[in-house]
T-cell receptor
């Protein structure tokens, strides 16, 4: 069963606009969340993370929001750039349990059009 | 500082055969995790090795096994290959075992096709 869900397989936005990628989780034991970016023929690259003690974490153009009651998180990219075009994976873990094990969603393909 | 490398890039095997995939960790990293990414899916955790010992395992059968060497290179071995083993296999190295405090750096993967 999918414990981490990314329900949008793809998203297309214009350069300079905001990209919003969504992720839902079902396991209430998850308390740490990460976003990875993957270009073709490369491995996933860590982008940004958030602990469940926070509801927002920001790093430059990237901001992650966490809504624990809804078991939902989102990644905002502002402004979007063509180089942001990639597959974005949401991942989660239980830091107090199997803290070595990342559970990934299926990914969302983001295309930023010039 | 070198990145994480994996070999081979692509591999074709037939059902029932055995395969060994290799990973060279980033310099100094003592932990390696292996993931299987089937087509259209996200990476799924297979197991993690820390200082040459298995530290944790996902929902994979025993025919998936691993080794980690003192020089922090590692192997993933799969016996009795099945068609469903066709996937991209990713390794990720890190300074420590916790994925929340120790960033995992992924290699580009090995694409395994089982016919």
């Amino acid at each position: 069963d999918q414990q981490v869900k990314q329900n949008s397989p793809s998203l297309s936005v214009q350069e300079g606009r905001i990209s919003i990628l969504n992720c839902d989780y079902t396991n209430s034991m998850f308390d740490y969340f990460l976003w990875y970016k993957k270009y073709p023929a490369e491995g996933p690259t860590f982008l940004i993370s958030i602990s469940s003690i926070k509801d927002k974490n920001e790093d430059g153009r990237f901001t992650v929001f966490l809504n624990k009651s809804a078991k939902h998180l989102s990644l905002h990219i502002v402004p979007s750039q063509p180089g942001d075009s990639a597959v974005y994976f949401c991942a989660a873990l239980n830091s107090g349990g199997s803290n070595y094990k990342l559970t990934f969603g299926k990914g969302t393909l983001l295309t930023v059009n010039p | 500082e070198t990145g994480v490398t994996q070999s081979p890039t692509h591999l074709i095997k037939t059902r029932g055969q055995q395969v060994t995939l290799r990973c060279s960790s980033q310099s100094g990293h003592n932990t390696v995790s292996w993931y299987q990414q089937a087509l259209g899916q996200g990476p799924q955790f297979i197991f993690q090795y820390y200082r040459e010992e298995e530290n944790g395992r996902g929902n994979f059968p025993p025919r998936f096994s691993g080794l980690q060497f003192p020089n922090y290179s590692s192997e993933l071995n799969v016996n009795a290959l099945e068609l469903d083993d066709s996937a991209l296999y990713l390794c990720a190295s890190s300074w420590g075992t916790s994925a929340s405090t120790d960033t995992q750096y992924f290699g580009p993967g090995t694409r395994l096709t089982v016919l």
